[in-house]
């Protein structure tokens, strides 16, 4: 059987596994006005697959990525990281978060807080390779920055920083919450152009929040169309565009297909919860 009909009936071997969510549900509230969050969500993301979340608002995106993250717990359900509990996982640095805004600390230099990781946390280094700080920031295009403080930084600068830091520890898994929607335009999809190219060259498991259709598209393997209330997988979308991919794909017929399948699932998702 070859790898890619192993994908469609969704038997993948489970040493290909980079996190395996199943049957998550999440609540909130007190007990009479408990509301369900996510109903019994399962994912699998295999290793080196990049994975986006999209759907309507308060559907539950970033509630699933703090669970995966380890941030916050699951009613039930499970989440594993390589096989691992998150617990494991996230003790060993094996996931890295990016966060919506940068989170840059504004009293440190940039080189500074891409290294802070390392420094806070000695006792995740123990026999790991950690990455040079400095090589990081270099292909990342900040070289010339290392030195300058956040501030001094315009926003596509800072939130690369974000981005840098996460891959010090050189995690497995990389959980993505909407890193580039306080962008202008050009400047996101520059950053989005940049951060495939570094992920082509450094495949992680990636779980991508994006609200933005051709976002997804360009960066991912598949893409989940989430629905709400309560959060729920709708629908997955395989991109089957090659790669390595560039800005002249969005003009091809496959990226306009995508387009249309995807937006007709949201509409469809956004429709189904106004009745
Ligand atoms: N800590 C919390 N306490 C209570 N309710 C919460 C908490 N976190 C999230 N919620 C609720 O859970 C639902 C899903 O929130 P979440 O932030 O996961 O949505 P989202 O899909 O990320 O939305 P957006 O696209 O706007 O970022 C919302 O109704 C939100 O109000
Ligand atoms: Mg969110």
Redesign the pocket.
């Not at 608002?57 to 509630?63: H, N």
């Given at each position: 059987m070859s790898v890619s009909s192993f994908a469609h009936a969704n038997a993948v071997h489970p040493d290909d596994v980079g996190v395996q969510v199943s049957n998550v549900v999440k609540s909130?509230?007190a007990d009479d006005t408990r509301t369900t969050?996510l109903n019994g969500v399962s994912l699998s993301i295999k290793k080196g697959e990049f994975v986006s979340l999209i759907?309507p608002?308060?559907?539950?995106?970033?509630?699933l990525l703090k669970v995966v993250a380890g941030l916050s717990e699951a009613d039930s359900g499970s989440v594993t990281i390589k096989g691992k509990s998150v617990r494991e996982a996230s003790r060993h640095k094996a996931i890295g978060l990016v966060p919506q805004s940068p989170a840059l600390l504004p009293w440190r230099t940039i080189l500074e807080n891409v290294s802070l990781p390392i420094k806070i946390n000695p006792s995740a280094n123990a026999g790991r390779a950690l990455r040079d700080p400095r090589e990081i920031l270099e292909s990342f295009g900040l070289g010339h920055a290392i030195n300058k403080y956040p501030a001094q930084l315009s926003g596509g600068m800072q939130q690369r920083a974000a981005i840098a830091r996460a891959f010090v520890f050189d995690p497995e898994i990389l959980l993505m919450d909407e890193p580039f929607s306080a962008l202008d335009e050009m400047n996101r999809d520059q950053q989005r152009m940049g951060l495939l190219d570094f992920w082509q060259s450094n495949r992680k498991s990636v779980l991508f929040?994006t609200?933005s259709v051709p976002e997804a598209i360009m960066l991912s393997d598949r893409i989940v169309v989430m629905a709400a209330h309560p959060?729920r997988i709708a629908e997955v979308i395989d991109v089957d565009l090659p790669r390595p991919r560039s800005e002249a794909m969005y003009a091809s017929d496959g990226f306009r297909d995508l387009e249309t399948r995807v937006r007709a699932s949201l509409r469809q998702v956004m429709e189904a919860a106004r009745v």
């Open positions: 909130f509230g969050v759907g608002s308060g559907c539950g995106k970033s509630t929040v609200h959060g």
